[in-house]
């Protein structure tokens, strides 16, 4: 059973960057799919991004934000910028045996890091 742990989260003005970190543990990282999604208050939990097992392929549904990983750490980021205080979410990261860019594609999501953008 893998677990999946955000940090990173915070308080930052708008126009400014975060970047949030995935730390997962149990079944092997480097074969899985990894990605990242966010609930705002008062909405619906919305898919964010994606990678392949070997970080080489990439899709990200908002242009600011940025997927990457480390094998070799276990770990996954999310680096956003230009920061909106619509961006203001609970950031999640999730894992998938597959390529997908619905929620429904993934099997494990972390506990979320709480960003908040103040303008």
């Known amino acids: 059973q893998v677990q999946l742990v955000e940090s990173g989260g915070g308080v930052v003005q708008a126009g400014g960057s975060l970047r949030l970190t995935c730390a997962a543990s149990?079944?092997?990282?480097?074969?899985?799919?990894m990605g990242w999604s966010r609930q705002a208050p008062g909405k619906e939990r919305e898919f964010l991004a994606i990678?392949?097992?070997?970080?080489d392929w990439t899709y990200s549904a908002e242009g600011r934000f940025t997927i990457s990983r480390d094998n070799a750490k276990n770990t996954m980021y999310l680096e956003m910028t230009s920061l909106k205080p619509e961006d203001t979410a609970i950031y999640y990261c999730?894992?998938?045996?597959?390529?997908?860019?619905?929620?429904?594609?993934?099997?494990?999501w972390g506990q979320g890091t709480q960003v908040t953008v103040s303008s």
């Open positions: 990678l392949n097992p070997s970080g």
């Open positions: 149990g079944r092997s990282f480097h074969n899985y799919f």
């Open positions: 999730g894992q998938s045996a597959h390529a997908t860019l619905t929620l429904a594609g993934f099997t494990s």
